[in-house]
């Protein structure tokens, strides 16, 4: 981080995700002198236009901010608001919305690791050149990514900006026999998802041992939509009061935030969930864990791809498990009654703790809003791993070596500007 | 457009301010993907892998809006290399949901979220494509689907012009057998103004239709917020209603403005 630039801010953060990124690496005597992950995603100012709008729009809204993790912003902010209204949608719905979030995890995570993040390992520029030497390994992941899409349509209609969440629940529930068709399908798939953490935990992966807290939501299951905010080093908060520990800052380098937990770099995403709550994971997933012989808590990021595995696995297990007993409800969703007041919502996208908060007045007409996502609060790790890791190579390496090196680090993250990190121009300065 | 005598057709995806989400028509398209890779050369798509962003192309598929001064300068590169440019989703067609700065203060807004908004590039709009170089087809929706873009590709691999759609949402839940949420629950759809293609999804699932394909042709929005203001809505509720994913272009984004308070009367 570039020390001395950075400004404290006490206003609404802008949730930016995905758009083109650039690394730009100045070295001299062999170490790095400045280092930065330039996010240049031009600011579409979601917090600024919800500030006017009616509680019920804000669901629909956020979805647009990441067409890959739109479940993820709906529930994120459809728990605020709840909470702000002091609503209870109940164990149906509560149920219901672990499966909805199932879906998205299946479908973000099998995109990243097969169209974003293998090639990389296998020596290909992109999955579809991949394709053509593991064919039957791309479309198991292209296979996993649709049942996922297909279990965010059944509750939304469709699996990008989905319309069938409300705030209080869903706007209508599955039929029982799409859910029974839609089951024995993703029971099918269970023994494809274990081959896959298993191609996953086979990768040589490169070593690598760092030191920085993983931050996740704990509760009493593997976290998705719910639980305390907790840290490898201790930390222990109810959502309502992460600004106490947390802070955002705003580097000229970037368009997103820089967040810091007590002033340091710290993980969010499917490696720190795993590091934290690995005792919470399906006994199934438990067991294939075990297998991969992966040792917890990880301090290697090149380990991130094969916890999005293991996630994959979990979250087709859950899904199987909870749509195994279901029924339809009489009705999808609680009654709302708006009122004044503030409410938080922290639940776990695909890339780690996306955290919301929202003020309304008496007639629920939001007032003030502020979203933190997963690859904000990523950022400053990113930019330490890349230091790190990069002088562990040695700066004297070819340019094209440290670039494919530096993308892959960043892939690692699974940053919402995954897209944009092919698109990475390294400039090397050297002194 | 003529497929090249030799060669496959080169086909590029470029980004501008944007969700994603309009890409995953493509990337979601699973073995339809790899067939598509086949028939065409992807020359750019940064986030399936290959990027060359200057390349000259068959076919430009755009999806975000103009919301930067690198992206006024970019689109204009992206239409001089490109035989046809195809606009996918809200953004590129629109403006998008961040349109709704355009109604206010851009730059002050830039302030509100930013404590140094100098450090940040931006305009303070959001527009369409088609306010900055000719657009040769525009596929609207919030998002647009697989099927959209594989006929478009069809289509214009072939040299026949799509079909555009026409019908409005309304015409979809006749004759899916959608029971009317307007009429029997008071709902506030926009399903009367919106043309469809997304398969009259919202009211399939019991809830209003809020106008994320964008306006229909012919739509008589005023007739529709007086219906809306006879269910209760006052009238900033129905000009909010009107501008939201599509704010900044078309009958209904416009009709927002009359029946907002500065509009006066509709």
Same mark, same amino acid.
């Given at each position: 981080?570039?020390?001395?630039?950075?400004?404290?801010?006490?206003?609404?953060?802008?949730?930016?995700?995905?758009?083109?990124?650039?690394?730009?690496?100045?070295?001299?005597?062999?170490?790095?002198?400045?280092?930065?992950?330039?996010?240049?995603?031009?600011?579409?100012?979601?917090?600024?236009?919800?500030?006017?709008?009616?509680?019920?729009?804000?669901?629909?809204?956020?979805?647009?901010?990441?067409?890959?993790?739109?479940?993820?912003? *709906?529930?994120?902010?459809?728990?605020?608001?709840?909470?702000?209204?002091?609503?209870?949608?109940?164990?149906?719905?509560?149920?219901?919305?672990?499966?909805?979030?199932?879906?998205?995890?299946?479908?973000?995570?099998?995109?990243?690791?097969?169209?974003?993040?293998?090639?990389?390992?296998?020596?290909?520029?992109?999955?579809?050149?991949?394709?053509?030497?593991?064919?039957?390994?791309?479309?198991?992941?292209?296979?996993? *990514?649709?049942?996922?899409?297909?279990?965010?349509?059944?509750?939304?209609?469709?699996?990008?900006?989905?319309?069938?969440?409300?705030?209080?629940?869903?706007?209508?529930?599955?039929?029982?026999?799409?859910?029974?068709?839609?089951?024995?399908?993703?029971?099918?798939?269970?023994?494809?998802?274990?081959?896959?953490?298993?191609?996953?935990?086979?990768?040589?992966?490169?070593?690598?041992?760092?030191?920085?807290?993983?931050?996740?939501?704990?509760?009493?299951?593997?976290?998705?939509?719910?639980?305390?905010?907790?840290? %490898?080093?201790? +930390?222990?908060?109810?959502?309502?009061?992460?600004?106490?520990?947390?802070?955002? %800052?705003?580097?000229?380098?970037?368009?997103?935030?820089? @967040? %810091?937990?007590?002033?340091?770099?710290?993980?969010?995403?499917?490696? @720190?969930?795993?590091?934290?709550?690995?005792?919470?994971?399906?006994?199934?997933?438990?067991?294939?864990?075990?297998?991969?012989?992966?040792? +917890?808590?990880?301090?290697?990021?090149?380990?991130?791809?094969?916890?999005?595995?293991?996630?994959?696995?979990?979250?087709?297990?859950?899904?199987?498990?909870?749509?195994?007993?279901?029924?339809?409800?009489?009705?999808?969703?609680?009654?709302?009654?708006?009122?004044?007041?503030?409410?938080?919502?922290?639940?776990?996208?695909?890339?780690?703790?996306?955290?919301?908060?929202?003020? %309304?007045?008496?007639?629920?007409?939001?007032?003030?809003?502020?979203?933190?996502?997963?690859?904000? *609060?990523?950022?400053?790790?990113?930019?330490?791993?890349?230091?790190?890791?990069?002088? @562990?190579?040695?700066?004297?390496?070819?340019?094209?070596?440290?670039?494919? +090196?530096?993308?892959?680090?960043?892939?690692?993250?699974?940053?919402?500007?995954?897209?944009?990190?092919?698109?990475?121009? +390294?400039?090397?300065?050297?002194? | 457009?003529?497929?090249?005598?030799?060669?496959?057709?080169?086909?590029?995806?470029?980004?501008?301010?944007?969700?994603?989400?309009?890409?995953?028509?493509?990337?979601?398209?699973?073995?339809?993907?790899?067939?598509?890779?086949?028939?065409?050369?992807?020359?750019?798509?940064?986030?399936?892998?290959?990027?060359?962003?200057?390349?000259?192309?068959?076919?430009?598929?755009?999806?975000?809006?103009?919301?930067?001064?690198?992206?006024?300068?970019?689109?204009?590169?992206?239409?001089?290399?490109?035989?046809?440019?195809?606009?996918?989703?809200?953004?590129?067609?629109?403006?998008?949901?961040?349109?709704?700065?355009?109604?206010?203060?851009?730059?002050?807004?830039?302030?509100?979220?930013?404590?140094?908004?100098?450090?940040?590039?931006?305009?303070?709009? =959001?527009?369409?494509?088609?306010?900055?170089?000719?657009?040769?087809?525009?596929?609207?929706?919030?998002?647009?689907?697989?099927?959209?873009?594989?006929?478009?590709?069809?289509?214009?691999?072939?040299?026949?012009?799509?079909?555009?759609?026409?019908?409005?949402?309304?015409?979809?839940?006749?004759?899916?057998?959608?029971?009317?949420?307007?009429? =029997?629950?008071?709902?506030?759809?926009?399903?009367?103004?919106?043309?469809?293609?997304?398969?009259?999804?919202?009211?399939?699932? /019991?809830?209003?239709?809020?106008?994320?394909?964008?306006?229909?042709?012919?739509?008589?929005?005023?007739?529709?917020?007086?219906?809306?203001?006879?269910? /209760?809505?006052?009238?900033?509720?129905?000009?909010?209603?009107?501008?939201?994913?599509?704010?900044?272009?078309?009958?209904?984004?416009?009709?927002?403005?009359?029946?907002?308070?500065?509009?006066?009367?509709?």
């Amino acid at each position: 981080m570039s020390e001395g630039r950075q400004v404290a801010i006490n206003v609404p953060v802008l949730a930016r995700v995905e758009g083109e990124g650039a690394l730009e690496v100045a070295a001299e005597g062999g170490r790095i002198t400045d280092l930065r992950l330039r996010i240049y995603e031009p600011p579409r100012l979601f917090e600024r236009f919800l500030v006017g709008r009616a509680w019920h729009e804000v669901p629909d809204a956020v979805a647009r901010i990441c067409g890959i993790c739109p479940v993820a912003y *709906q529930m994120s902010a459809v728990q605020a608001l709840e909470a702000a209204f002091g609503v209870d949608p109940g164990d149906w719905v509560a149920a219901m919305r672990r499966v909805f979030y199932c879906g998205e995890w299946l479908q973000s995570h099998a995109l990243h690791i097969h169209l974003l993040a293998a090639p990389d390992f296998f020596g290909y520029a992109s999955a579809l050149e991949m394709a053509g030497g593991y064919p039957e390994e791309v479309r198991r992941g292209m296979r996993l *990514q649709a049942l996922g899409n297909e279990i965010m349509a059944l509750f939304g209609g469709r699996a990008v900006h989905p319309v069938g969440a409300r705030v209080g629940g869903f706007h209508r529930a599955p039929a029982a026999r799409d859910v029974a068709d839609l089951h024995g399908r993703l029971e099918a798939a269970l023994p494809e998802a274990a081959d896959l953490v298993r191609w996953c935990a086979a990768i040589d992966l490169p070593d690598s041992s760092q030191d920085f807290p993983s931050v996740a939501l704990r509760g009493a299951d593997y976290p998705m939509n719910r639980g305390r905010i907790a840290a %490898t080093n201790g +930390l222990d908060l109810h959502p309502s009061e992460w600004e106490t520990c947390f802070r955002e %800052t705003q580097v000229p380098h970037s368009t997103a935030f820089h @967040a %810091t937990l007590d002033g340091e770099p710290y993980l969010v995403g499917p490696l @720190a969930r795993l590091n934290l709550n690995a005792d919470n994971l399906p006994a199934e997933t438990a067991s294939l864990l075990g297998e991969t012989g992966l040792a +917890l808590p990880s301090g290697n990021p090149f380990h991130g791809m094969l916890a999005r595995a293991l996630e994959i696995h979990a979250a087709l297990v859950e899904a199987v498990r909870i749509l195994g007993d279901y029924r339809e409800p009489d009705c999808p969703y609680a009654e709302v009654t708006p009122t004044a007041g503030v409410g938080y919502g922290a639940t776990e996208a695909p890339r780690g703790i996306l955290w919301h908060r929202y003020a %309304t007045d008496a007639s629920g007409i939001i007032t003030d809003s502020r979203i933190v996502p997963p690859t904000a *609060q990523n950022q400053a790790r990113i930019e330490d791993d890349l230091r790190r890791t990069l002088e @562990a190579r040695g700066l004297d390496a070819p340019d094209d070596e440290l670039r494919r +090196l530096g993308e892959q680090v960043i892939r690692n993250y699974d940053p919402c500007i995954s897209c944009a990190t092919h698109f990475l121009d +390294l400039t090397l300065e050297r002194g | 457009m003529t497929p090249p005598a030799s060669g496959k057709p080169r086909i590029a995806v470029h980004k501008f301010s944007s969700c994603d989400g309009c890409q995953l028509a493509f990337l979601d398209l699973g073995e339809d993907l790899v067939r598509l890779s086949q028939m065409v050369d992807i020359v750019h798509f940064a986030e399936a892998g290959p990027v060359d962003p200057e390349a000259a192309v068959d076919i430009a598929f755009v999806e975000g809006s103009i919301a930067t001064p690198d992206e006024e300068a970019r689109i204009q590169r992206v239409r001089a290399n490109a035989g046809t440019l195809v606009t996918i989703g809200a953004c590129a067609t629109s403006g998008g949901i961040q349109a709704l700065r355009n109604l206010h203060d851009g730059t002050q807004w830039l302030a509100d979220v930013y404590p140094s908004p100098a450090y940040v590039e931006s305009l303070a709009t =959001s527009t369409g494509i088609a306010e900055h170089v000719k657009v040769d087809l525009e596929l609207w929706g919030c998002p647009v689907n697989g099927r959209q873009v594989l006929a478009a590709v069809r289509a214009l691999l072939w040299g026949v012009p799509p079909l555009p759609q026409r019908d409005k949402v309304c015409m979809d839940c006749k004759r899916d057998g959608h029971v009317c949420v307007l009429v =029997s629950q008071g709902q506030p759809c926009l399903g009367p103004v919106t043309v469809t293609g997304c398969g009259a999804l919202c009211p399939a699932f /019991g809830r209003d239709c809020y106008g994320c394909y964008g306006p229909a042709e012919n739509a008589h929005p005023d007739a529709l917020g007086r219906r809306l203001e006879g269910l /209760g809505l006052l009238r900033e509720d129905v000009a909010r209603r009107f501008r939201f994913i599509h704010s900044n272009r078309g009958a209904v984004g416009e009709a927002g403005q009359r029946w907002s308070d500065e509009g006066g009367e509709p």
